[in-house]
Structure formats: C-alpha cells, structure tokens
C-alpha cells in the first residue's frame, strides 16, 4: 500500500501497518459478501413470488 516507505524504516511497524491492512480487507469482504448473499436471497424471494402471482 502507501506505506511502503515506512516499512523499510520502520520493519515492526510496518508489519503492524500491514496486518491491520488485511484485517481491514477481510472486513471489506466479509461486508461485501454478507451483502451481496442478502441481495441474492431477496432476488430469489422476488422471483418467486413473481411466479406465484403468475398462476
């Protein structure tokens, strides 16, 4: 990332940067999946009833 510059200073705090990092974008996915997951079960629900108001 942007703090490849204190990594080479600083190699313990870079690697604290760095994990917080992957922390932070496992937090980002975990999100987006949790998300889309709602949006596909909603979509299904939708669909389905859309073929039930068709009988």
Same mark, same amino acid.
């Given at each position: 990332?942007?703090?490849?510059?204190?990594?080479?200073?600083?190699?313990?705090? &870079? %690697?604290?940067?760095?994990? *917080?990092?992957?922390?932070?974008?496992?937090? $980002?996915?975990?999100?987006?999946?949790?998300?889309? &997951? %709602?949006?596909?079960?909603? *979509?299904?629900?939708?669909?389905?009833?859309? $073929?039930?108001?068709?009988?």
């Amino acid at each position: 990332s942007l703090m490849s510059s204190e990594v080479k200073e600083d190699p313990c705090n &870079g %690697l604290r940067i760095y994990e *917080a990092e992957l922390r932070y974008d496992a937090g $980002l996915y975990a999100l987006f999946y949790a998300v889309y &997951g %709602l949006l596909e079960i909603i *979509a299904s629900m939708l669909m389905a009833s859309s $073929l039930n108001d068709k009988k």
